[in-house]
């Protein structure tokens, strides 16, 4: 599994009633792959500043504002 998909690809549409199988498993890597990301900044960033990660939920916003 590319642990950077969530960096590299936009969140796909919510899975819904119509979502065909590649629509959901797409969803469903998209989800595991900004989570994982999201537990290793969370683990390996100082407590002082974890709570300003704690406002985002996807990765590429996160690193957006860090970047800033």
Do not use: C, F
Request: hydrophobic residues 40%.
């Amino acid at each position: 599994m590319d642990i950077d998909y969530a960096i590299r690809k936009d969140k796909p549409l919510a899975v819904a009633n119509t979502s065909t199988l590649e629509d959901i498993t797409l969803y469903e890597r998209w989800e595991r792959s900004n989570h994982l990301n999201m537990m290793l900044i969370k683990t390996r960033i100082s407590t002082g500043i974890r709570v300003s990660v704690d406002q985002y939920e996807k990765i590429h916003d996160l690193l957006k504002a860090i970047d800033d």
